[in-house]
């Protein structure tokens, strides 16, 4: 039997989103929990898969960077794995690709 994880889980996602509320502020437009943790069907040792939707047009890499001493602080404290991928507003809505469209169909605003 596997422990309920979804507490900690909640706690997980509360706490990586108050960390991108600070570092983007209003340019921050939405963050969705996707995957088999937003399917309900994780593991107690899944990854978490997080979208982060941002207003304006960004370069990816610098966005990864600039998350990535938040992201390692948070996995390291709760040993899990957070993965990020990031959209704009525009490429949420309108990309027609597999990743997308599962995202759109099965994840949750967190």
């Not at 996707?34 to 941002?54: K, T």
């Amino acid at each position: 039997m596997l422990p309920d994880i979804r507490p900690r889980l909640k706690e997980i996602i509360a706490q990586t989103r108050l960390g991108l509320e600070k570092i983007y502020g209003e340019e921050l437009e939405r963050v969705i929990l996707f995957g088999s943790q937003a399917r309900g069907d994780a593991r107690a040792d899944s990854d978490i898969d997080l979208l982060i939707v941002l207003k304006n047009p960004f370069d990816y890499s610098t966005e990864s960077n600039r998350i990535s001493f938040l992201i390692a602080d948070i996995c390291l404290e709760h040993t899990v794995v957070i993965n990020c991928v990031f959209a704009t507003v525009q490429h949420y809505q309108e990309y027609d690709n597999g990743l997308f469209r599962n995202i759109r169909r099965e994840g949750i605003s967190v």
